[in-house]
Nanobody, 120 residues
Framework: HVQLVESGGGLVQPGGSLRLSCTAS????????MGWFRQGPGNEREGVAS???????TYADSVKGRFVISKDSAKNTLYLQMSSLKPEDTAKYYC???????????????WGQGTQVTVS
């Protein structure tokens, strides 16, 4: 049973920072790509950042240079370090994974429950 649990969201002022965490269980961590997605009010879910099974990160243009995705394989945990946050980053952030090399699509098999990030 695959389970993804996010944490670390909250309220932050513009220009501030937050770090999101996603702890994974129930699957062979190294064989799955993982990614962060977000969905703001009235918007479709969009990709923010992802990391492939061989550790290659990809970022949405809107967050390049501000967000950093990383993973700690020993802890089965995915992180998203967010800096220079803007009001338009306000959204519910979701962690996702699948038995694929890349997680650059929203059509993934496993999702967490999401954590709210509000920049105001």
């Amino acid at each position: 049973h695959v389970q993804l649990v996010e944490s670390g969201g909250g309220l932050v002022q513009p220009g501030g920072s937050l770090r999101l965490s996603c702890t994974a269980s129930g699957y062979r961590y190294a064989s799955y790509c993982m990614g962060w997605f977000r969905q703001g009010p009235g918007n479709e879910r969009e990709g923010v950042a992802s990391i492939s099974t061989d550790g290659i990160p990809t970022y949405a243009d809107s967050v390049k240079g501000r967000f950093v995705i990383s993973k700690d394989s020993a802890k089965n945990t995915l992180y998203l370090q967010m800096s220079s946050l803007k009001p338009e980053d306000t959204a519910k952030y979701y962690c996702a994974a699948d038995f694929l090399q890349y997680c650059t699509t929203t059509r993934l098999g496993y999702w967490g429950q999401g954590t709210q990030v509000t920049v105001s």
